[in-house]
């Protein structure tokens, strides 16, 4: 064994001299019936042939496994084999680029799929618009129809709120997929307490405990329109994962650089599982309810706005629940580094 043999193993000479390759410095399996192909060292010594340039594993001195190309050469004088010439070259570097490669390409091949999905929405979204300003119409001729029921009335303004509801996520759609030229100003501050107040009857019918620590004055430079779309779908998923009952938090505020928003609900929470895959597109644990592009839109509207988000949940029955930590920078601007204390654990009770 050389010393560039000794360096890549971290075996001395004096330790190896003697002793079985297998189990040693080999990983390879010596079990007569093993599923693993047949051990080249092995071959070499049986067939006295030599095998070049293979893919193997070795094992370092402390056990772990690394990756060799290797050669095996048989070792033959006056017709004997008295032993094997063992040549190696780590591959671990190589095997990480590769790996790299392929990520890249799979990311690229990714990013093609997800920009005909937005082609695909921004036309969805222009055609439901043109029938929607229609029946906006209808409905405000309808609200002006004299001796009208009062129940009736009141069934027509609902209908009127959640027809602007429906044309306010149209036209997000085509401003997410056409956007703006610049960020604008944007009061975080406010657009927390519009879609609070427009969940306020939900809220109220689920009798929910609504907790709201939002500190004035916050605004950051952004697109106004993704903004309400990101947080109208946190607060929504949050209000739907308590079917009756529990606590709502909205907490935002002011840190170094940017803006801490904190939506934590009491409900059911989100297994192991489901949380590495909740930012996928199509990906939603809601059956044949969800579209599975909610968590995806809102993760990709943050990291538009150089911004990140974390999600931390728990199925403890005694504290169950979600809390999705958002960041936006004041301007738009990358950052590294998060102020100490961020992504401290917050820890809460259900309410009632």
């Known amino acids: ?53 293979i893919e193997d594993t070795f094992l370092k001195r402390d056990g772990s496994p690394f990756p060799v190309r290797c050669s095996v050469t048989p070792l033959v004088a006056e017709g004997t084999l008295f032993g094997v010439l063992i040549e190696f070259r780590e591959t671990t570097e190589e095997k990480r680029a590769a790996d790299a490669l392929h990520c890249a390409k799979e990311a690229l091949r990714e990013s093609d ?36 029921h009062e129940e009736a009335r009141s069934y027509v303004e609902l209908a009127e709120e959640e027809l602007i509801r429906v044309a ?3 036209k997000q759609s085509l401003a997410f997929h056409r956007e703006s030229s610049e960020p604008i100003p944007v009061s975080l501050t406010d657009v927390l307490h519009e879609i609070l107040d427009f969940y306020n009857r939900q809220i109220s019918s689920r009798r929910i405990a609504l907790r709201r620590e939002i500190e004035p004055g916050l605004s950051i430079h952004a697109f106004p329109g993704e903004m ?41 929470g989100i297994c192991e599982a489901d949380r590495r895959k909740i930012f996928e ?45 958002i960041f936006l920078p004041f301007w738009g601007e990358s950052t590294q580094t998060q102020p100490a204390g ?8 259900a309410a009632g």
Not at 307 to 323: E, F, K, M
């Open 1 to 53: 064994m050389n010393a560039a043999a000794q360096q890549a193993t971290g075996f001395t000479f004096a330790e190896i001299y003697g002793q079985p390759i297998h189990g040693k410095l080999h990983a390879h399996s010596l079990v007569i019936d093993s599923i693993e192909p047949p051990c080249p060292i092995r071959n070499a010594f049986r067939q006295t042939s030599a095998v070049r340039d």
């Open 113 to 148: 799929k997800l920009a005909a999905m937005g082609r695909l929405a921004a036309t969805i979204a222009h055609e439901i618009n043109n029938p929607l300003e229609a029946l906006t119409n209808l409905i405000f001729l309808l609200k002006d129809v004299p001796n009208l």
């Open 168 to 170: 306010r996520i149209t």
């Open 228 to 268: 309400r779309q990101v947080f109208s779908n946190l607060i929504g998923n949050a209000l739907e994962a308590m079917k009756m009952g529990g606590m709502l938090c909205v907490r935002a505020r002011r840190c170094s650089d940017g803006v801490r928003v904190i939506v934590l609900d009491s409900g059911s």
């Open 281 to 325: 597109p199509f990906f939603t644990t809601k059956q044949q309810q969800g579209t599975g592009l909610g968590l995806w839109v809102t993760a990709e509207v943050i990291r538009k706005h150089h911004g990140s988000i974390h999600v931390r949940s728990t199925l403890n029955p005694a504290h169950p629940g979600t809390c999705f930590s």
């Open 342 to 349: 961020e992504h401290r654990a917050i820890s809460f009770s």
